[in-house]
């Protein structure tokens, strides 16, 4: 856009070392957390001395550690499995609907992410302890679906409309029930899309903090929750090799989904 | 013959919209049990006593305390000043990225959405490493003879703010930079020509052209940190107590849920506040577009 000023190298040299200032401020923070996973220090001196992987070992060899990831994974894959589907069948709706239908059933579904987290973290524990349910895996995973549906709309509504209705049309009209149009004609199609949504559902509920820290507890305390425990009792660098870890994941995640969409 | 055609289709119509509206039930279902029942829930529970009777004593007792109006200070000087760098940080940033070349701008757009993909957990650790007494920031500024002292950045409100642009500012940028993409090429170089400096360009073509994605960064920004939790928590060291925090001490410290609803309604209402003003703004701004074009 500002190549209409090419005489102004100046104003152009200022923009770029700025920007290349915020992309430091926006990078240092992930980044410095690396170095210091590998650290053989109990302190957080930096650049490390010398470098270990004792840290790894302590979290890989840690019971409270594994069983926290574990809940975490568990979670993740049924808030994905729940939520996807239910999206799907909500999109399909809001397309073939239209109009106000549509808008209505956006409305609502969109309602978690517009609601502050602490708000639907009280408000479920509330209930929940109503039911006597704080601290259960079934709290805590209906609290991370209700966060994931509206990631799952955001991606498989736009891809739905694309999305030609013909065929379906052509198949109900050749004696398939609606089950199978769905299944053997739409899921195949938005097969990428779909993958986006499972894994961005999944990580939506593996980085949720907020509502596991209210209402998750004991065994079913998930990584979030004891990462967040931790950093406000004590700083150990445990929590940099699980940083480390958890970063590499999300982004060979979010490669994948980038890399499939492209293709 | 055709009526009763006419009427088999209505009928068919009819069955196939109701079939549609069925498949969303399941999802709507969920989010009525799990976010807006909860809602409605804090409600009724902010005019409940301990026993369980009727009372508007939750709402004179966290009304008539220091602590709830420091609290609601600290959450609108927390998300006012995330705001004000997101877009002092942000728009030049979004106006490289919008003026760069594709593939330059999509490697920059990759770096700049790393953060977003990073736990907040992740994050904020890492801000904790930085900004310590003995952290990399305060050495880089002892050692380089910038201060004597090392600075206090953090377990205070400085850090909290530190964390909390750090989080917005990707999801603050998102829309600007679309908003920028978007703006024709043609009028930049058009106000070039007629003589407009870069800083007149700037001013009167391009910064217009992406109010809308100014606004809608800035709602953002807005939704998230008004009730932001996290970084309070860790980063603020129980010197930062916005409204969040608040509520997680009510409810952990005095186990007192009505007044923990109360604060928890509070937010609803300073975001509905917020929100209002914004559109009206939005209005303004429109309004004085439309008069100028007239002029």
């Not at chain 2, 801000?127 to 002892?142: E, K």
């Not at chain 2, 930079?177 to 058009?190: E, H, K, S, T």
Request: with cysteine.
């Amino acid at each position: 856009m500002l190549e209409a000023y090419p005489d102004n190298r100046l104003a152009r040299i200022l923009l770029w070392s700025f920007c290349a200032l915020v992309m430091a401020f926006l990078m240092l923070p992930t980044l410095v957390v690396v170095p210091l996973s590998f650290s053989s220090s109990n302190l957080l001196e930096f650049p490390p001395r010398a470098y270990s992987l004792r840290w790894y070992e302590a979290f890989f060899g840690s019971a409270t550690w594994m069983a926290a990831l574990r809940t975490s994974l568990i979670l993740g894959t049924l808030t994905a499995m729940i939520a996807v589907p239910l999206g799907l069948l909500a999109c399909i709706s809001m397309n073939r609907l239209g109009g106000k239908a549509a808008v209505a059933i956006q409305g609502v579904l969109l309602t978690p992410s517009i609601v502050p987290g602490i708000l639907l973290a009280i408000g479920l524990f509330f209930v929940l302890a109503a039911q006597r349910l704080v601290g259960t895996l079934f709290g805590v995973l209906v609290g991370h679906v209700v966060l994931a549906i509206p990631v799952a709309c955001i991606v498989l509504l736009p891809a739905l409309a694309r999305f030609d209705w013909n065929q379906v049309q052509a198949a109900r009209s050749l004696g398939a029930n609606w089950a199978r149009a769905i299944g053997g004609i739409i899921v195949p199609q938005l097969q990428i899309s779909l993958l986006s949504a499972t894994l961005m559902a999944f990580l939506t509920s593996l980085d949720e903090s907020v509502i596991s820290i209210f209402v998750a507890s004991g065994q079913n305390s998930t990584l979030p929750k004891l990462m967040f425990l931790s950093l406000r009792d004590q700083i150990d660098p445990t929590i940099a090799a699980i940083s480390t870890l958890w970063t590499v994941i999300v982004v060979a995640v979010v490669l994948i989904v980038t890399l499939r969409q492209k293709s | 013959m055709t009526v009763i055609a006419d009427i088999a289709l209505a009928a068919d119509a009819r069955r196939e919209r109701h079939f549609f509206l069925s498949l969303s039930l399941p999802a709507l279902f969920i989010v009525g049990l799990a976010a807006i029942l909860p809602i409605l829930w804090i409600i009724r529970q902010s005019f409940l006593t301990t026993g369980g009777e009727y009372t508007v004593g939750n709402y004179e007792k966290v009304l008539s305390s220091g602590l709830t109006w420091s609290a609601l200070v600290t959450t609108v000087e927390l998300s006012f000043g995330t705001l004000a760098f997101c877009i002092l940080l942000g728009t030049p940033l979004a106006l490289a990225l919008a003026s760069a070349r594709p593939r330059a701008a999509n490697l920059l757009m990759a770096f700049v959405m790393l953060p977003l993909w990073t736990s907040i957990l992740v994050r904020t650790y890492g801000w904790l490493v930085l900004l310590r007494r003995d952290g990399l920031i305060n050495a880089a500024l002892t050692g380089s003879g910038l201060t004597t002292e090392p600075l206090p950045l953090v377990y205070n409100f400085t850090g909290t703010l530190i964390g909390m642009v750090h989080y917005m500012l990707p999801l603050f940028l998102l829309p600007v930079y679309a908003a920028m993409r978007d703006i024709d090429a043609n009028l930049v170089r058009a106000s070039a020509s007629m003589g407009a400096t870069l800083g007149q360009t700037i001013r009167t073509v391009i910064l217009p052209l992406s109010a809308g994605g100014i606004f809608s960064g800035s709602i953002i920004v807005f939704i998230y940190t008004i009730g932001f939790f996290i970084t309070p928590a860790v980063l603020g060291g129980g010197k930062v107590n916005p409204l969040s925090i608040r509520i997680e001490r009510t409810l952990s410290t005095f186990q007192d849920w009505g007044s923990a609803s109360v604060l928890g309604i509070l937010l609803l209402v300073l975001m509905a506040l917020i929100g209002v003003m914004f559109l009206a703004a939005r209005r303004l701004i429109a309004g004085h577009k439309v008069g100028t074009a007239h002029a």
